[in-house]
Antibody, heavy 116, light 108 residues
Framework: EVRLVESGGDLVQPGGSLRLSCAAS????????MTWVRQAPGRGLEWVAT????????YYLDSVKDRFTISRDNAKNSLYLQMESLRAEDTGLYYC?????????WGQGILLTVSS | EIVMTQSPATLSVSPGEGATLSCRAS??????LAWYQHKAGQAPRLLIY???TRATGIPDRFIGSGSGTEFTLAISSLQSEDFAIYYC??????????FGQGTNVDIK
């Protein structure tokens, strides 16, 4: 059974930093593109970042470029999102998902709140 | 960047009836479109990719169609578990990918 479990969500002050993690199981993680998608309160889904299986091809949403870093550790079957200079508009549920073009498995999401 | 627009924002449907959801792209995306179902507190679920190919385990009452800029998700004979928010997402070319704002299918 495919499982994606996010962790690391928290309440952070504006300007702060946080790292989200996603633990993957039930599929060959090292063969898979992985993606982060977020959902602000009361809003729809928003693609954030995508990384290839080797970690050497990466794409970001413009509004997070230079502040967020997506990475992975294939030995640990884990995906990460390092977030710096956090803003109120980064608040939301962050989902880890498998895929590049479309996303066939998703985690339950983890909440990030950016507020003073 | 490509913008995805869904209509209507809300669709009220009686159980057993059909529903038709629309998704429009701001420029041609060929058939590079996916549909997802999302219920509160749950992970989004992939329904359709490539505009019309059902994902594994998706019932045949979900039918995706369209190409270019106009796409449709038809749901025949809605079941109780089908009431949810539905999103379209393009994947034409290279990221950034964009989702539509969603259509909320609720019980009439």
């Amino acid at each position: 059974e495919v499982r994606l479990v996010e962790s690391g969500g928290d309440l952070v002050q504006p300007g702060g930093s946080l790292r989200l993690s996603c633990a993957a199981s039930g599929f060959i993680f090292s063969d898979s593109w992985m993606t982060w998608v977020r959902q602000a309160p009361g809003r729809g889904l928003e693609w954030v970042a995508t990384i290839n299986h080797a970690g050497n091809e990466i794409y970001y949403l413009d509004s997070v470029k230079d502040r967020f870093t997506i990475s992975r550790d294939n030995a640990k079957n884990s995906l990460y999102l390092q977030m710096e200079s956090l803003r109120a508009e980064d608040t939301g549920l962050y989902y880890c998902a498998r895929g590049f073009h479309w996303f066939d498995y998703w985690g339950q999401g983890i909440l990030l709140t950016v507020s003073s | 960047e490509i913008v995805m627009t869904q209509s209507p924002a809300t669709l009220s449907v009686s159980p057993g009836e059909g529903a038709t959801l629309s998704c429009r792209a701001s420029q041609s995306i060929n058939n590079n479109l996916a549909w997802y179902q999302h219920k509160a507190g749950q992970a989004p679920r992939l329904l359709i990719y490539g505009a019309s190919t059902r994902a594994t385990g998706i019932p045949d009452r979900f039918i995706g169609s369209g190409s270019g800029t106009e796409f449709t998700l038809a749901i025949s004979s809605l079941q109780s578990e089908d009431f949810a928010i539905y999103y379209c997402q393009h994947f034409d070319g290279r990221p950034p990918w964009a989702f539509g704002q969603g259509t909320n299918v609720d019980i009439k």
